[in-house]
């Protein structure tokens, strides 16, 4: 034996994961829907995709090492999933500039200024989003037209933003059913929208791969789809002519990128099932609350950033059941 | 448009007066009467909150020597003997001087002269190596380096050395509020008596084993051999537990337990160079870094 | 559906590398080397002095106090000296050493291998003969077991719970027990439950030793009221709570002993140790301990006297191997990472287990990422990363209200961290202090 021997307290083995797996893990089930989103929009969703994560990764490598001046920790994969996820929330059109702003607003708003992975309260990519949907309300939301669309067109309007026009409009649901994508449509993923959130079976298929590598629990998915489910469904059964079908508001919106990997994020989501569980439900009332009475068509993104808010409450009132209940 | 504005006057205007009035009224219940002589005193006090004085914060302090009505248990050793009467001034009491103080560690095992027997690979505090284990030299009594002290000190005067592994205490920065004593697991540090020039002179050891034992463990250990306890004319020197120590309220400081340790445990600092003694000079003295 | 513990819980690799080996008789040491406190509770008193001819058996210091044991000779010849030796701390602590001479044992033990079912003694009979025979106990916790066999006034046993399931890997000497010492045991636990006086008593062993529990069920078909329960396997089912909680569904209360709930746990080992104590009149002097690692040539399962030289475990099962980076004194999971090879071997040790260096080190740590799995391993229940941080931060008074009291130590939390966190160093830390802020209240 050459050298000294090493002592360290219990437990003297380890789990072979890491948070880089976890990472990359999340990057792996957010290919289908960005292969999707190609097929759909072209090269352009590409082009998106890559200048958002150089942006989220270059700010995050600059800021780390000369403003923080700590260990730059771009290898972790964060600001990797940061990029992607920005881009999947915003329209392929996006000119260049907008991206490198919304990822500044988002690595170094949303997560550097708290102190980095672990410490931040809101999601970077939302920040991120929500900054650029504020400050570049008309870039934001001009969407391009689906590569497979017969419609003659530069610029489509979301499912759920023709819904909103058409009521405030005062026609009835039945009326606009013949503008909006058929059901399969949507389910694929064959309509206008933000570059990732279009195609739910995507998503679905990346969001069964987390939850088979664990990198997720069912539980916020379940609480928010459930809980819009819910509410969207009492309202469609009072007055089916005023509100649209509640299968209608899963698919569209974003609601699964929000569901699946905008509200899942670790760092921002409670620790306990009980406590993911009621966060996912605060985001599925907001969320129907923003679409039915709000101004905006959409509104997840909100929903999910007033829960992040939340998330510490949660964190400190529910509890895991304690081994050996009461004291 | 004008009478819009005017019920927006007026609905704000009164919940603000209702506020206003609620808030007087929970002021007058919940008033707790304090004696003004409390925030008098308060602003004597140096205000680092340290908890040198065995209280939490200036504020309890303050509390306290004005509830205690005597001066005799109570000492700031950060604001010192004038802060002291400053505070028994306002309460018309007597305070107790005191010498000033500093903190000392007690080790000189560096990475020189006590080698690593194995490797610690935990979480780097002093705390927890010293639940987990004796620590990764054949000195169970020794620094474990991983700087707790340095942390706790609210007034930066301690900082590893990264050559030697060990805290230094930036003498004019100490306050001797005794964070650094409390804090360390290994009771390395004592409050000693300040003197001009930093000058200093202590056992440099805390190793309680018999001389074979810690000679082996660390080149610069007390061995316990009672030479320095021999030659001490004031009886400032004690042994215990197979160790020397030097009262630094009893030493003259005449620095003649320094040459005669066999191990270069007494360190002296502050001093002049001595007159060589070519014969006595053989070995070097182990530095210290003041 | 194979029953187990309910709340979290994990899977580390298994690696029982020796389940085969059968238990090997370790040859007699040149000095032991035993330490006067090699349980939990108040040391022993020495009652021999240097140059003392002592026997393998004998009582060579005494238990000070009711929660407290005996330590007897573990082998024959003359005390060296009754000094200070460096127990698995590192922290030199009392002890005897014993220079052997020949293997001569006290007269009184029955050496025969011949199993010996029958017993008359009455219960308190019995307890008084473990307690002399200085039995803890033998999973690592070394609890002394006399203590646990009288209930606290006005607490009755209902039954008693032995720990087959051994669920640390690498681990197997229990396992080896069981398939070698199968109605030993048996009789063992028929004396603790005579002892206890209950009538019932469920052995709870893991599905990973599949012919431990086909033997131990066939075999307990000759015993009253012993029923073997398999469990599905799942770290750390060997703890008390978890195995009550998992054989018959009870959850102790926090901060109450298994007696709250009826139960009273006991280890394979210490059910051998007491039918060796009681029929054979054999004093706790040996045990069964687990040599083992990736990279040791033989790994074994070696019968070995208190106070041995872990180095001369390892020399026997081929010599300390090139690449060692870390010796453990238990298993992986809750066991000590000792700073040399010179220290002995006591009641508590299952086993020594050689890590190679590339698996030695504890790697970097980096920043929580909140992914809480820290909670949900948590085999109590509690938020580890919390505790963590409330400890770094040294809240004391949240940690106490956050349970930390509860943790078993297990070590869940830690392995599962991705982000390699030191969640367990942390929380035990917080730990003695609450502890030492809760005894200061009592008094």
Redesign the interface.
């Known amino acids: 034996?050459?050298?000294l021997?090493?002592?360290?307290?219990?437990?003297?083995?380890?789990?072979s994961?890491?948070?880089q797996?976890?990472m990359y893990r999340v990057i792996i089930a957010l290919i289908p829907a960005l292969i999707w989103s190609v097929v759909v929009f072209g090269w352009d969703a590409l082009r998106v995709t890559l200048i958002a994560v150089i942006a989220s990764v270059g700010f995050e490598y600059l800021a780390q090492k000369y403003i923080m001046k700590v260990r730059p920790?771009v290898t972790?994969g964060?600001a990797l999933i940061t990029g992607l996820l920005l881009a999947f929330n915003v329209p392929a059109n996006l000119p260049w500039w907008i991206i490198i702003l919304g990822a500044l607003a988002a690595v170094g708003i949303g997560k550097l200024s708290f102190g980095?992975?672990?410490?931040n309260i809101f999601n970077p990519a939302l920040v991120g989003r929500v900054f650029l949907l504020i400050s570049f309300p008309v870039q934001m939301t001009s969407y391009p037209v689906p590569r497979m669309s017969d419609v003659d067109a530069v610029t489509a309007a979301t499912p759920l933003g023709l819904l909103k026009e058409g009521l405030m409009n005062g026609q009835p649901v039945s009326e606009l059913l013949g503008q909006l994508p058929t059901a399969t449509d949507l389910l694929i993923g064959n309509m206008g929208g933000s570059l990732g959130e279009i195609s739910a079976l995507m998503l679905i298929i990346g969001g069964l791969y987390m939850l088979l590598r664990k990198v997720i629990?069912w539980h916020t998915p379940v609480a928010v789809l459930g809980s819009m489910f819910v509410m969207a469904g009492a309202f469609w059964l009072v007055n089916p002519e005023m509100y649209m079908e509640p299968a209608y508001h899963l698919l569209t919106g974003g609601a699964m990128l929000g569901a699946i990997f905008m509200a899942t994020d670790?760092?921002?989501?409670?620790?306990?099932?009980k406590g993911q569980i009621i966060y996912g439900v605060g985001i599925g009332v907001i969320t129907m609350s923003i679409r039915l009475f709000g101004a905006y068509p959409e509104g997840i993104s909100f929903a999910i950033l007033i829960m992040n808010a939340f998330t510490p409450l949660i964190?400190n009132t529910v509890?895991?059941?304690?081994?050996?209940?009461?004291? | 448009m004008n009478m819009t504005i005017l019920y927006t006057v007026i609905t704000l205007g009164a919940i603000g007066s209702s506020a206003a009035v609620i808030l007087y009224f929970v002021a007058q219940k919940f008033k707790v009467y304090e004696d003004p002589r409390i925030d008098e005193v308060e602003q004597a006090l140096p205000g680092a909150n340290c908890g040198g004085c065995g209280f939490a914060g200036c504020r309890a302090f303050a509390d306290a020597c004005v509830k205690e009505g005597d001066l005799s248990e109570l000492y700031c050793p950060v604001g010192g003997n004038d802060c002291m009467s400053g505070v028994a001034k306002i309460l018309g009491l007597d305070a107790v001087k005191k010498d000033p103080r500093v903190a000392v560690l007690r080790c000189n095992g560096t990475c020189e002269f006590r080698p690593k027997?194995?490797k610690y690979?935990?979480?780097t505090?002093c705390?927890?190596i010293h639940?987990?284990?004796?620590?990764?030299t054949g000195c169970?009594y020794g620094c474990l380096g991983c700087g707790d002290c340095c942390k706790v000190c609210d007034f930066d005067a301690l900082h590893m050395d990264p050559v030697t592994g060990l805290p230094v205490v930036d003498e004019d920065k100490c306050t001797a509020c005794g964070a650094c004593v409390r804090e360390c697991p290994k009771d390395l540090f004592e409050l000693r008596k300040k003197l001009p020039k930093h000058r200093k002179i202590y056992v440099a050891c805390r190793n309680e084993?018999k001389g074979p034992v810690n000679k082996k463990a660390c080149a610069v250990a007390c061995i316990g051999c009672s030479k320095c306890f021999k030659v001490c004319e004031y009886d400032a020197i004690t042994m215990g537990n197979n160790l020397a120590f030097i009262d630094s309220d009893k030493c003259k400081f005449c620095r003649k337990c320094v040459p005669v340790c066999p191990t270069n445990a007494i360190i002296e600092t502050g001093f002049p160079p001595r007159r060589v003694k070519e014969e006595e000079s053989t070995q070097e003295k182990p530095v210290v870094n003041a | 559906m194979l029953k187990t513990f309910k709340?979290g819980g994990?899977h580390?690799?298994e690696n029982k590398l020796s389940a085969g080996n059968p238990i090997q008789e370790m040859e007699l040491p040149k000095v032991v080397y035993i330490p006067v406190s090699q349980h939990i509770g108040a040391p022993s008193t020495p009652l021999v002095k240097k140059g003392d001819k002592v026997k393998a058996g004998q009582l060579i210091s005494k238990s000070s106090g009711f929660v407290s044991a005996n330590i007897h000779s573990s082998v024959s010849g003359t005390v060296a000296k009754v000094d200070t030796i460096?127990d698995?701390?590192?922290?030199?602590k009392q002890g005897i050493v014993i220079n052997v001479e020949g293997d001569e044992w006290e007269e009184t033990i029955d050496r025969s291998p011949d199993l010996v079912r029958e017993c008359s003694l009455t219960g308190p009979e019995i307890v008084q003969k473990i307690q002399d025979a200085g039995i803890v106990g033998m999973g690592g916790a070394t609890f002394p077991t006399h203590v646990k066999l009288v209930p606290p006034r006005g607490m009755k046993a209902e039954m008693l719970l032995i720990n087959g399931s051994e669920c640390e890997?690498y681990l197997t000497s229990d396992h080896r027990l069981m398939l070698e010492k199968t109605e030993e045991v048996l009789v063992g636990t028929t004396l603790l439950m005579r002892a206890m006086g209950v009538e019932k008593a469920l052995i709870g062993i893991e599905n990973n030793k599949p012919d431990a529990i086909s033997l131990m069920k066939e075999k307990a078909r000759g015993y009253k009221g012993i029923e073997v329960v398999p469990l599905k396997g799942k770290y750390p089912q060997g703890g008390e709570?978890q195995l009550i909680?998992a054989a018959t569904g009870r959850?102790?209360?926090?901060?109450?002993l298994p007696i709250s709930v009826g139960c009273v746990v006991s280890n394979v080992g210490s059910a051998f140790a007491v039918y060796e104590a009681v029929q054979k009149n054999k004093p706790l002097f040996e045990r069964v301990v687990t040599v083992t690692g990736k990279s040791l040539e033989k790994p074994c399962n070696l019968k070995a006297r208190i106070g041995t030289q872990v180095a001369e475990l390892v020399a026997f099962a081929g010599g300390?191997p090139?690449d060692?980076?870390?010796?453990?004194s238990?298993g992986?999971?809750?066991?000590?990472?000792?700073?040399?090879l010179e220290v002995p071997v006591t009641k508590g040790t299952s086993g020594v287990?050689i890590?190679p260096?590339k698996?030695?080190?504890?790697?970097e740590h980096?920043?929580?990422?909140?992914?809480?799995r820290c909670?949900?391993v948590?085999?109590?229940?509690?938020?580890p990363?919390?505790l963590m941080t409330l400890a770094e931060k040294k809240i004391f008074d949240r940690l106490e209200t956050e349970?930390v009291m509860?943790c078993i130590?297990c070590?869940s939390c830690?392995?599962?961290c991705?982000?390699?966190r030191?969640l367990?160093?942390?929380i035990?830390?917080g730990k003695?202090n609450v502890g030492a802020i809760i005894r200061a209240r009592k008094n």
């Open positions: 034996m050459s050298n021997l090493t002592v360290s307290p219990s437990p003297h083995v380890h789990a994961d890491t948070v797996k976890i920790s972790d964060s980095g992975l672990g410490t629990t670790m760092v921002t989501s409670p620790m306990t099932g964190n509890k895991p059941k304690r081994f050996g209940g009461k004291k | 027997v194995n690979d935990g979480a505090t705390h927890i639940a987990t284990y004796s620590g990764d169970q084993d | 709340k994990i580390p690799p460096p698995s701390f590192g922290y030199p890997p709570k909680n959850e102790v209360p926090s901060g109450a300390l090139e060692t980076g870390k010796v453990i238990g992986p999971m809750m066991g000590k990472a000792v700073a040399s287990l890590m260096e698996e030695a080190g504890r790697g980096l920043v929580c990422i909140r992914c809480s909670v949900s948590c085999p109590m229940g509690l938020e990363y919390l349970r509860d130590e070590g830690s392995y599962t991705p982000s390699n030191p367990l160093d942390y035990r830390f003695a």
